[in-house]
């Protein structure tokens, strides 16, 4: 435990903070020299001996896991300051709260916060510290709307990187066609639509050398997907792009002409910090929820060059393109789809087949990103397992636990206990709480305008007590809405343990050898069977199940299977 700072001679220590976010650089009244040259001055004058300067170049006074208050706290605890200066209070912090946590922490150790613009007066200063945050608000507010209203004038937000088969315009504004890119984009809505698969579309494009958007040269069955159901590059005709759009960008439009649709606003994202245990910091993480359709705004942008025929075709073909098993060489493989994976790189298995010069066929499962990317992507696995010998031991250690249902019954609980853990909370108490708040912000809405009607609110008073409500309520629903979808995949999961339970554990104990290779894939989707395969290592069955089956029997120690010779 860390103990508080017992310095009691000579000059006070001191540790000069200074901070500037990406908007207040250009501001010369809070650059980082200028901050730096003032608290030299206040400390040699106040005779504080200074022992580091801790700067946070480019962060955002919301976020209280910045380098350097992570260094000024270090110092605390190692009992090397007594003293921590700022240029102003909005340097440290811009929420009132956070303040108020470090200074009880660093008193603790003996350590005080200093800003030169401090009042020495407790209310002065929690005035401050409430408009520095509610400046921040008002900043992300003021940048939100212009953003938005820059969308409704008809010009587009400019990105780190444009849609891909597009280029950004001088001035950023605008978007125009690049052809190169685009024809790639072309060839992607062709070829779906004449009936070929996203697989089998990505390894065309690797194959022909073309690079993914962000440079690289594998694709993405994610990429292809959002590419053929954005409206970016379906053409939208004079008449429906006037429906979508503001009246003044409307009247820029040329009837008879095709055009897309950029779009902004689709989606809200979250940004919060995490402790990142492997790299000893905090990493940013971001989280996003989707946005009712009628919040998007739209943009025209010129025609991709795309028949909308082939839109149309393209997008049917998409939704009968959901991942299957394999089925190359016309052989069902059992551990295809996603179930048999590479222990290390995480990529699945995907089938191989050779022949012999008789004739002879030889199945194999090999890992994916060898084959598709060669060993510049660091995957030493270059191990082929036998289909028919590696399929027959892992249906091996399934029978296993089908044959005693009370073991499979004991693993399917413990996965649901598990997907509940995982969850964080009771999906159904979450969602029962959610609409509880939902319920009463209505209430309390009501409430405030019957005071208001009665005249004992004002109009400013009211308009902030339902801005803060609407918070609230946006807030319940996206958690409502969490947990709502977590509790539909626990009852699905719960479905699958039902099922397996009636259809195979023990009914069937007897002939549990007669099950097709279907059958036995689709076991494996039940148990969320998941097989790790590594160059030098025996077969490993990840999960609860290898835990019952660890448990259950000592032969099966950790769930590995012998090494298979191959």
Known sequence: MAMPNTNGHGPKRAILYVRVSTEEQAKSGYSIPEQLRELRTYAAREGYRVIEEAIDDGHSGADPHRPGLRRVMELAEGGAIDVVLAKKRNRLFRSRLYRLLWDQDLGALGVKLIALDDTGNRFGDAMQDEFAEWEREEIARRTQEGLLEKCRSGLVVKRKRA??????TADGNALEVSEPEMEVVRRIFRAVAEGSSVRSVRLSLERSGVPAPSGISRWNHTTIRNMLENDLYAPHTHEEVVQLVEPAVAARLEEGRLYGLWAWNTRKTTRRKVWDEAAGEFKTRYSYAPRPREEWLFVPVPDA???????????????????????????????????????????????????????????????????????????SNNKLLRAERIEARVWEFVCGLLRDPERIRAGLDRLVEEERKNAGRDPERDAEFWSRKISEVE??????????????MADEELAAALSELDETRETAERELEAARARG????????????????YAGTIRDTLDDLTHEERHRVYKLLRLNVHARPDWPLEIMGVFAEVAEEAEASLSSGKLSPLSV
């Open 163 to 168: 849609a891909y088969g597009y280029r950004a």
């Open 305 to 379: 060059g795309i028949p909308r025929e082939a839109v149309e075709a393209a997008r049917r073909s998409l939704k009968d393109n959901a991942r299957k098993p394999s089925k190359a060489d016309k052989r069902f493989w059992e551990l295809s789809g996603g179930i048999l994976r590479c222990g290390e790189c995480g990529h699945t298995l995907r089938p191989n087949t050779t022949r012999t010069s008789s004739g002879k066929r030889f199945h194999y499962y090999g890992c994916r990103s060898r084959y598709n990317t060669g060993p510049a992507r660091d995957c």
């Open 443 to 456: 209430v309390e809405r009501r409430g405030y305008h019957r005071l208001a009607a009665r005249g004992h």
């Open 488 to 503: 539909e995949a626990l009852e699905r999961l719960e479905h699958d343990r039902d099922t397996l339970l009636e259809s």
